[in-house]
Every structure is written in C-alpha cells, then in structure tokens.
C-alpha cells in the first residue's frame, strides 16, 4: 500500500513538473482563472479596486534579482488631501498570496477593514506568487528561480519590502502576519536594521518551530519524505494549481487519512469557513511555492528547530562554517517591540506547544487572543473574524499609535 502510495506521488509530481511553468494550468474546478488572468494581471484590478478602494501597484527588487509586487490599499472615502494612517504591511501564508486578505466581502475582510480604519495598507506577495512572478534575468522555467526557502522570503524580500515602504511614507511600520507570514516576520525581526522600522507586529496562528504540528495531512507527507522525492526527482517548484494538483491530494487520501473534507484534514477544523465561497477562494489559492521551502519547512517538522534550510554537513560547512544550520534566535528581537498574537484551538498548523515554545525564547511579553473553536484559516477568511480577532488586532495596532491624527 505504502509503496503504491510514492509510486502515484511521484508520477503526479512528475507530471505537474511537466506543466507547472505552464501559464494556462487548468484550474481546480474548471477554467475561470484563465479567464480572469487573462484579462487582468494585477491584483489591484482585479480584487481591491472593483470594490471602490484606491489601489496602486508598486514593485521592489530583491538583492538576488526577484521583482515583488506590493499594492498600496486606501480607504473608500478619504479624500487626497487627508493625512494617511501608519502603513501596515500585510505578510500572507504558504500557497497563498496578497489576496487571502481580500477575499470576503469588504465588511468581513482584514484588508479592507484596516483601509476603512484609516491605515496605510500595503500588500505583500513573496517570491514565486502569481503577482511576484518576476526576476530580473530569471523566468518561472528555470530551476534556479525556485532555489529558495522561507530563509530567503524572510532575509531577502522581507528586507526589501520593509526599507521601501518605510522609504515612501517615512513612518515605522505596522507587520501582520498569518502562518508562514509569521515565520518569515519573526525571522527578519531578529534583523536589527529590519526590527528598527517595525513599530509593532501581529501575528495571526504564530509558527517558528513546528515540531508538534497535528495535521494529519501534512505528517502523512512528511512519513512520506513527499519532500525529498520532489527535490530528488528534480522538481523546483510546487504548483497545486493543475490539472494533477486532485490527483496528489488523491495519492495522499489513500483511505488512512479521510479526505472528504480536505481542507480540514489540512488545517485543522476551521470553524466559521464559508462553504459557499469556495469557488471564488479557489480563482485564487492555492498560488505556486517552491519545493525547497516545502524541504525546509518539513527539515523544521523532523528536528524540531527555527534554523536556517539545513544542506547536509558538507555544504553547511561551506556556507554557515558549521556542520548544522545556524538558529534564528528569537532573543534577538528587541524586548520593546510589541506584539500581539491569535491563535487557535482548532488549528493543527500553528500547535499550542510550539507557540509556548515561541513565547518563551521571545524577551518580549505579546498580548494574547486564543479562540479556542478556531482553525487555521478561520484566521483569515472565517465569517465572524472581524468581531473575533481584528477588532482586538485594530485596538493593539492604535494603542500604539494614539498621537495619528486620522486614528
Ligand atoms: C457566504 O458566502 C456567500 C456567497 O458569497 C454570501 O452570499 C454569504 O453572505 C456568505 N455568508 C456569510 C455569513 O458571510
């Protein structure tokens, strides 16, 4: 059973390799991505504006060469010459992108929301994402476009993105981040020069280490070493979005894991998702990663560390100047930088024990939300996650900025 199991992954992966630099993927349920990419490619176009909010497309380069788009997002009503709020840079998760903040109506949405409050909201979208495609000298065929982990997003895009808006609105900036937006923010906050312009952060289902995760797919993946065979069969990037992205979910669903409701097999129990939604979330999610951070993110599972992508001991050697890749050391960021953290009961990503984990190497003291029936995308697109979590993450954010005059 086992083996039949990694002969069909590998035959998907195998296939999906073939077609993942393919522009015209097919769609989970049919083809209405196409039609919309094809029409629009910017996510100010085709998500933020329509709603009435102003909306504009900027792009950082990264030193190794990727071109990253950031969308600055305003409020519906303010008029040009009223003073912008702080900037707030929103961090998005794995296999997704920018637009996991906009994907329920404006009223529900944390992008929106902190437009309408006011803020100076700014959308990040990491290497590798629809809306990041691009590189200087590299396209999305080549291998070395996708030689990269949450290491890289974290000391190279994190580090670009920060100083730029920084540069444009002349403020410390507000961070918020959900899933591996938190990995890679708490990896840049042990960065001095990156710590000194965050005025504060919050953390939506907080992870640095991941050694007591419980979703029950991922550590079917992981027993599988689905990670290592991707590498080995030299397969960069990890694109769910084709026409094989069902049959991988399908190999891994063999009758040990219930995969009827695989999302929650994923996540956890999520518990305010919008079923009728689904088809709109899926024009958008899941969005391309690379499999060295899928390596490196299931390295973190297997040792139980917040280090640096592990190369082997030779390699290592060559690069760190030691044999295992070196901590990030969260008592590295700064005790005055407050944080906020939401996380939830249900969430078998983002585990209790390692957030207690965090919060012990943390010098500083986060305030806490725990929302004990919720999941891991509750967080981003649950129903009632505007009263539940960013009504409270709003009050944190302007209890430190109580001076601004348009708060
Ligand atoms: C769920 O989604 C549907 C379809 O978009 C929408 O009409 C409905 O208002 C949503 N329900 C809630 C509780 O947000």
């Known amino acids: 059973m086992a083996r039949s199991v990694v002969a069909v992954a590998i035959l998907v992966f195998v296939s999906a390799s073939r077609i993942s ?20 490619s910017s996510l100010c176009a085709q998500l933020i504006q329509p709603s009435g909010y102003p909306c504009s497309e900027h792009t950082v380069q990264t030193k190794d060469g990727f071109l990253l788009a950031l969308q600055r ?5 303010g008029n040009i010459r009223q003073q912008r709020g702080p900037p707030v840079l929103l961090l998005h998760g794995l296999f997704m992108a920018g637009d996991a903040w906009f994907l329920n109506s404006p009223e529900k949405s944390l992008g929106f929301i902190l437009a309408d409050h006011g803020f100076d909201v700014w959308v990040g979208n990491v290497r590798g994402t629809r809306w990041s495609h691009g590189h200087i000298s590299l396209s999305v065929k080549d291998k070395d476009f996708w030689d990269w982990s949450w290491q890289e997003l974290a000391l190279y895009d994190l580090a670009e993105m920060i100083p730029y808006i920084n540069s444009i609105t002349n403020s410390k900036i ?10 890679i923010s708490l990896a ?11 005025e504060a952060a919050a953390l939506l289902c907080p992870i640095t280490y991941l050694e007591h995760i419980s979703s029950r797919f991922v ?31 399908d190999s891994i669903c063999d009758g040990r894991i219930d995969c009827n409701d695989l999302l929650t097999s994923i996540t956890g129990e999520n518990c305010c998702f919008n079923n009728s939604r689904v088809d709109l979330y899926l024009e958008y999610e899941p969005h391309p990663s690379s499999a060295k951070n899928l390596h490196h993110l299931f390295q973190m599972i297997r040792e139980g560390t917040f280090s640096m992508y592990d190369y082997g001991i030779l390699k290592n050697l060559k690069l760190y100047g030691q044999l295992k890749p070196p901590a990030f050391d969260l008592s590295n960021i700064p005790k005055s930088l407050p944080f906020w953290m939401a996380y939830g009961g249900n969430d078998d990503l983002a585990d209790m024990i390692d957030i ?9 003291t986060p305030e806490l939300l725990y929302l004990e029936n919720y999941g891991h995308v509750d967080f981003i697109v649950g129903v009632t996650a505007k009263e539940d979590v960013y009504d409270h993450l709003i009050k944190f954010f302007k209890s430190w900025k109580r001076s601004s005059s348009v708060m």
């Open 21 to 40: 630099g393919d522009s015209s993927a097919v769609d989970l349920l049919g083809n209405s991505y196409i039609r919309r990419q094809s029409l629009d």
């Open 73 to 77: 997002v305003s409020s519906r009503t």
């Open 174 to 183: 507000f961070v918020v981040g959900h899933s591996q937006g938190t990995i």
């Open 188 to 198: 840049a906050l042990t960065q001095p020069d990156i710590a000194e312009l965050v």
């Open 219 to 249: 550590l079917r993946m992981v027993h599988m070493h689905l990670d290592q065979m991707i590498l080995a069969m030299g397969i960069h990037q990890l694109n769910f979005r084709s026409e094989w992205g069902i049959s991988i979910f």
């Open 356 to 364: 207690t984990h965090t919060l012990k190497e943390l010098l500083s």
